[in-house]
């Protein structure tokens, strides 16, 4: 039987997955994680799990790991609301219900930093932090060598980047395979979920993903995360026995301080802003957004002063350029160091674990003496490319200043006119449930691959 060892540059979402895939199927993995400890790193801005990304999650990791992840997601919401700045309904799917029971085919909310410390959890021997990727280099015996600032060096017979966005993986491997702006930079905050805060919000947008299109362009997408945890950490009353005991038992919540929180993510045409956004400190964007947003509801304007500044953060959001196919050799590339896309359909996170999933499963089939690596490796990315920058086009047609919305003179008529089509629509269920089961298929919901 062949044996392989994969080493994984990053220890996001899908280098995670993959990592427990690999792991599960007996290969040997190493992740290398530029951060220096396992809490640092990302913030506890939500997550929305597909069907897509829960299939590979429970594929690759291992049962009892896969029920965690279940335990630790926060309530899932049960609305998707679209608004106006004056906290008007414009449309909203949903009835209120959860949106399904399968553990798996299931649409599921996540603390981006909570997913990050689950995967984590049974990795402990195989992640190796502080190590700064510098480049690699292919060996005359058919292997390849990583090398990381420190000095130090790691030798496998496959390297997957799964360094993100601004992977040096990417840039060695495909180098024309450049990224573009999209024209829009957001703003994100963060805000405890208090009393107060609960009366800011309809109740729709309490048990939602809530949506505000507005004049200029402008855009705020609002996310209410309650977990089955307390202020404390400790898991709350009613949760269930094994919930509770899955909560209390695992390691991970020791790294993570994510509590009840409502999230809000504004965006505007990069042109409306100023030409130093990208460089502004909490308070400044807090500011920046308040002065931008004036007419807005006095709730919505509300939710924006109370954010915690150092929450505050700018994103230039940017996409990849899908390249043309390349040759499949002993490196490769998943989730975001490859497929870039704006966050216009909620599916990044969710390809880069379908990415994982494909990958680990062509690898078992190396193992198994079923194909060569080459032939795994090309026939994950034969696929990965189809899928993936499917996700990247659709992406980038939901936000692009190029939009109508964004111009001046025609974009008044343009929300006007969106909004018009959307009051129809609401209005017209069996249209809302053939535009619910499109998104969800979309989603991969009854999806086999």
Request: charged residues 25%; proline residues 7%; glycine residues 8%.
């Given at each position: 039987m062949p044996t392989i060892k994969v080493i994984v540059i990053g220890a996001g979402t899908g280098g995670l997955c993959l990592a427990h895939g690999l792991k599960q199927a007996g290969?040997?993995?190493?992740?290398?994680?530029?951060d220096r400890t396992r809490a640092d790193g990302l913030q506890g801005y939500?997550?929305?799990?597909?069907?897509?990304?829960?299939?590979?999650?429970?594929?690759?990791l291992p049962p009892e790991l896969y029920e965690?992840?279940?335990?630790t997601c926060a309530r899932p919401p049960r609305y998707s609301n679209i608004l106006t700045e004056n906290l008007r309904e414009v449309l909203s799917f949903g009835d209120g219900r959860p949106p399904g029971d399968d553990p798996v085919d299931s649409e599921k909310s996540v603390s981006r930093m909570t997913l990050r410390q689950v995967l984590l959890t049974g990795l402990e021997d195989v992640v190796h932090f502080d190590k700064v990727f510098r480049g690699y280099e292919r060996d005359a015996d058919g292997t390849v060598t990583a090398f990381f600032e420190d000095g130090t060096q790691a030798t496998g017979d496959l390297l997957v980047g799964a360094d993100g966005t601004n992977s040096r993986v990417r840039r060695q491997y495909l180098p024309h395979a450049v990224l573009e702006d999209s024209g829009l930079v957001g703003i994100t905050g963060k805000i405890a979920l208090t009393a107060e805060t609960r009366e800011l919000v309809t109740p729709k947008m309490l048990h939602g993903v809530s949506m505000v299109f507005a004049p200029k362009g402008y855009f705020c997408?609002?996310?209410?995360?309650?977990?089955?945890?307390?202020?404390?950490g400790r898991p709350r009353e009613g949760i269930g026995a094994t919930d509770a005991r899955l909560i209390s038992g695992w390691p991970g919540l020791t790294f993570d301080n994510t509590r009840d929180y409502i999230m809000w993510g504004w965006?505007?045409?990069?042109?409306?802003?100023?030409?130093?956004?990208?460089?502004?400190?909490?308070?400044?964007?807090?500011?920046?957004?308040?002065?931008?947003?004036?007419?807005?509801?006095?709730?919505?304007?509300?939710?924006?002063?109370?954010?915690?500044?150092?929450?505050?953060f700018p994103i230039n959001i940017r996409t990849s350029v899908p390249p043309g196919p390349w040759p499949a050799g002993n490196v490769t590339l998943i989730g975001d160091a490859i497929h870039t896309?704006?966050?216009?359909?909620?599916?990044?996170?969710?390809t880069a674990l379908r990415d994982a999933r494909l990958l680990a499963r062509n690898l078992a089939g190396v193992r198994d003496g079923e194909a060569t690596l080459l032939e795994a490796v090309g026939g994950y990315e034969d696929r990965m490319r189809e899928y993936g920058f499917d996700a990247v086009r659709e992406s980038r047609k939901q936000m692009s200043a190029d939009g109508p919305v964004h111009r001046p003179v025609i974009g008044r008529l343009a929300l006007a006119g969106m909004r018009t089509?959307?009051?129809?629509?609401?209005?017209?269920?069996?249209?809302?449930?053939?535009?619910?089961?499109?998104?969800?298929?979309?989603?991969?919901?009854?999806r086999e691959d």
């Open positions: 290969i040997e993995v190493a992740v290398y994680e530029r939500r997550v929305g799990i597909s069907p897509d990304g829960s299939r590979a999650l429970h594929d690759c965690t992840f279940l335990a997408v609002y996310h209410v995360m309650e977990f089955p945890w307390d202020e404390r965006a505007a045409a990069a042109r409306r802003l100023p030409a130093d956004v990208l460089d502004l400190k909490g308070p400044d964007l807090q500011r920046l957004v308040l002065e931008r947003t004036a007419g807005w509801h006095p709730n919505l304007r509300r939710l924006f002063e109370l954010a915690d500044p150092g929450s505050c896309m704006t966050p216009g359909r909620g599916v990044g996170a969710n089509a959307m009051r129809t629509i609401n209005h017209l269920p069996p249209v809302k449930r053939k535009m619910e089961q499109s998104q969800a298929a979309y989603r991969g919901e009854g």
